[in-house]
């Protein structure tokens, strides 16, 4: 497990902070988890997370990261 694994792959990529801070707010609206959106020092997009320190996209697994949250576009 590393960086990498959390907080990128497979991670959609937002071209800008405030093109992924309304994309947040819309799931947001939509019921779904509070995201905050983050700048990726590993492909320099943003990506939308929980706050840092809390993986939830990827959880890691006996036979590597398994996702375990899946956000539709
Ligand atoms: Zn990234």
Do not use: W
Not at 3 to 30: D, H, M, N
Not at 31 to 37: A, I, K, S, T, Y
Not at 39 to 44: G, I, K, N, T, Y
């Amino acid at each position: 497990m590393n960086g990498y694994l959390i907080g990128c792959y497979l991670k959609t990529v937002f071209p800008s902070r405030r093109t992924g801070r309304r994309r947040a707010r819309q799931i947001r609206g939509e019921g779904g988890p509070r995201l905050d959106d983050y700048r990726c020092r590993h492909c320099h997009g943003v990506h939308l997370g929980h706050p840092h320190g809390e993986a939830t996209h990827l959880r890691s697994g006996p036979h590597g990261p398994t996702p375990v949250q899946e956000l539709t576009a």
